[in-house]
C-alpha cells in the first residue's frame, strides 16, 4: 500500500512537472536571437545568416583565401552583447552548399567559433 502511494505521488510531480515545461522555445522565436540576427545581417561582409534549430549562427561571406576564426569570434561579441542564446557561429562560404569540398548543408566551412 505504501508503495502505490509513493508511486502515485511520483507519476502525480512527473505529470505535473511536463505539463509546466510547456513548449519547447526554438532559437529563432528567442526574441534576443531575433535581434542580434538583425544586427549580424547588417554587417558588410555577411551575405546571408540564419540560426538553425540546433541553435548554431550561419553566416555566407565571399571567400578571400583567409581564415575566418577571428571574423566568427567578432560576431559572438555582437551575440554576446545582445544576450542571444545563440552559442555558436560558423561561417561558411557563400553559394557553396552543392560545392563538393562542402563540410555540412550550409556549405564550405571557412571559420567558427564558440561564443562561451
Do not use: H
Request: glycine fraction near 4%; hydrophobic fraction near 40%; include cysteine.
Amino acid at each position: 500500500m505504501k508503495f502505490k502511494k509513493i508511486f502515485l505521488a511520483f507519476a502525480t510531480m512527473q505529470f505535473l512537472l511536463i505539463i509546466s515545461c510547456g513548449e519547447i522555445v526554438k532559437p529563432m522565436d528567442d526574441p534576443n536571437n531575433k535581434t542580434a540576427l538583425a544586427e549580424v545581417k547588417k554587417e558588410m561582409k555577411v551575405k546571408e545568416a540564419i540560426i538553425t534549430d540546433a541553435n548554431v549562427l550561419y553566416v555566407s561571406v565571399e571567400d578571400d583565401g583567409t581564415i575566418r576564426n577571428g571574423y566568427a569570434q567578432y560576431l559572438c561579441q555582437i551575440l554576446n552583447e545582445n544576450k542571444a542564446t545563440t552559442k555558436w557561429v560558423k561561417i561558411v562560404k557563400v553559394n557553396s552548399i552543392n560545392d563538393p569540398n562542402s563540410d555540412n548543408a550550409y556549405g564550405v566551412l571557412l571559420g567558427e567559433s564558440n561564443c562561451n
